[in-house]
């Protein structure tokens, strides 16, 4: 029987585009062959279309793509400073929207230094952790406000909501991610001396939830102290469950002391399947080298690994990262463009098929 | 004709005695002599001090501090899990409340990589920058809540305060660090993609200010990309100035990355003078080794150089900050207990004494 995956594509802007043309390679590559066919549609949105129609994402585009099963997404933002965007916030329009209608709850971001990766650190060690970002709480929500703008006596609010129901739910992904991992650990990173009210609510439920899995080691640590310990012993970490925006910070450096945010990929899972969840390389569009055909694809084909691991297909998505996993530690200094990555990728894929 | 300067000295907890008897050996050795004269007041102030009398601070104390020209402070916090310290937040309590209190709009930290130390990245080049943290507003300021505590149906809510006010002045204070550097660059740091409101007031005083100092360079960078150069590119950094919350985390990640959080100083500043500024290693007290002779003075010590530095000693401050980097030029891998550290530094600037 054969399964039709119904994926929304939006290559985006940058290099957005070009590194979604070899994800798509990739998966074509991975699932070739097999009994699960994607049925793409692709959106055209980010800043390019704003800038064109005025409009960042509409009710229509998110009923469309609300239709679909799964989102592959490159990167959306235009050049940094561009007057034209003045008015507009792509992130907040467009990336942070879909996360948050789609219910994006759990923001999954694993770091791994595969063999043969160069790490800007000194000794790296064994790093191969996953952040379990909260997507849909925390100082993301927008609700803020400012009064008197403009002038000496302007006060500008950020609100950080965080809510038990919010909280519960990626803390029980979380434990249930950390108990099928071979460490079995689960650090919860917050601030809890400083941000009482968040903090407490956070460690009740991580607390709670631990008595469920008596298999995992549970963990604290400060957001402070998280980045020493990414940077001097990373192998301390398996599974981090954190909130939105320290996960942000987290996850970007976590992505640069393991190859770079050219290695970085991520899902954002909505789990209970009610809405389609969306697949990015954590990287953005970087207008600065976009159309010359050198942005590195490989974030972008990891991402495919998460999105077809979250569909069932944890062979397909295995092939993908062993494909990855090659093509870096073959790949010393010599440039290659996009699509010669890409291509060499889809080939070494192609080249496992049937050997699982 | 003689200075006293009057010092408050708050040893606190674990291992923050130990490390302010080195720092306060370095101050005899860098100011005898001299024309200034220290008046040292101890206040036991900590975790112990609750644990002793349930006090963290009371409007006495603060008000005897108020009477200083300026403090020192070791580190304050007790074991981590005392459930005798379940209600207390010795944090909160004691070390926000003194900067808080105190005005302390300024806290500066350097990051210097001094020769000789080990770097746990690969490529350091030349770390040399200070962050210049907000101290008084932004997340810290204590403005959250919750309903429903401890059941389901939960919400926690920490409001991110900032005002024109406030940012103005770390600004300034900023700009003008920056214009008297020889690399004369500012980096903004913050989240103006997702914190609209306070991204804003921030991005827009720092556009106001830069008017006013065309000879200094400035640049932007979101918090997370922030940790990504701060590994792969610390070189590019000189003046970072950043809210209270951006500032802690990416100042113990500057201090992992430049010799680690034993090498890492800082100062609570209250530029006006209305009230003592205060200085501090920006370690904790470390628990697990108090008591055992083994810990690292230098963070003290070179915090006691900042200390010269504010109130006007510079070249006073230099020696200190001079014998701390001969000192750690020759450690290699010898262990020395906390007061054989102190006393080769104390040598070491006393045998610079009128070489300035
Ligand atoms: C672009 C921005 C809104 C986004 C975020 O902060 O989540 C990005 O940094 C990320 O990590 O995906
Ligand atoms: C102890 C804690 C409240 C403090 C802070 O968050 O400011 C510490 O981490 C620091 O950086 O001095």
Redesign the interface.
């Known amino acids: 029987m054969v399964t039709t995956v119904r994926l929304a594509v939006i290559p985006g802007d940058g290099i957005g585009p070009e590194v979604v043309g070899e994800a798509l390679k990739a998966l074509d590559a991975a699932t070739s062959g097999t009994d699960v066919r994607f049925e793409r549609t692709p959106f055209s949105l980010g800043a390019a279309r704003y800038l064109e129609t005025g409009d960042t994402l509409t009710d229509d585009d998110l009923e469309a793509i609300k239709g679909h099963d799964a989102i592959l997404l490159g990167a959306v933002g235009g050049v940094p400073g561009d007057p034209r965007l003045a008015g507009a ?1 792509i ?2 329009g467009l990336l ?1 929207k879909l996360r948050f209608e789609l219910d994006h709850y759990v923001n999954l971001r694993p770091s791994i230094l595969y063999p043969g990766v ?6 790296p060690g064994d790093v191969d952790f996953v952040v379990v970002r909260e997507g849909t709480e925390g ?2 929500v ?1 609700n ?3 009064i ?18 919010g909280v ?1 739910r990626v803390v029980r992904y979380a434990f249930a991610a950390a108990s099928a991992r071979p460490k079995k650990k689960l650090t919860l990173v917050h ?1 809890t ?6 903090g ?2 956070w460690k ?1 439920l991580v607390d709670e939830v631990a008595a469920e899995y008596p298999d995992v080691a549970v963990d604290y640590l400060h ?3 998280a ?2 310990f990414l ?2 012993d990373p192998a301390r970490f398996d599974v981090i469950v954190t909130d939105n ?1 320290f996960g ?2 987290l ?3 976590a ?3 393991s190859g ?2 050219g290695l970085a990929a991520s899902g954002n899972i909505n789990p209970d399947g009610r809405f389609p969840s969306m697949f990015e390389p954590v990287h953005g569009s970087a207008p600065d080298i976009a159309g010359k055909g050198i942005a590195d694809p490989s974030a972008a084909i990891l991402s495919v690994a998460l999105l077809l691991d979250h569909l069932g297909h944890a062979d397909a998505a295995d092939r993908v990262r062993g494909a990855v996993a090659a093509d870096v530690a073959e790949r010393g200094d010599v440039a290659r463009t996009t699509s010669e990555i890409g291509d060499a990728i889809a080939a070494r894929i192609g080249a496992t098929v049937g050997a699982h």
Chains 1, 2 share one sequence.
């Open positions: 916030n992130e907040r942070l160069a790490s800007p650190l000194a000794e100082p993301y927008g803020g406000g400012a008197r703008v403009g002038t000496p006596a302007e006060v500008a609010n950020e609100v950080s909501v965080n809510t038990a129901y519960e601030k001396n400083v941000l009482v009210f968040a407490s609510l009740r957001v402070d102290a980045t020493i940077v001097t925006l942000d910070i996850t970007d450096l992505g640069a002391i770079g945010i």
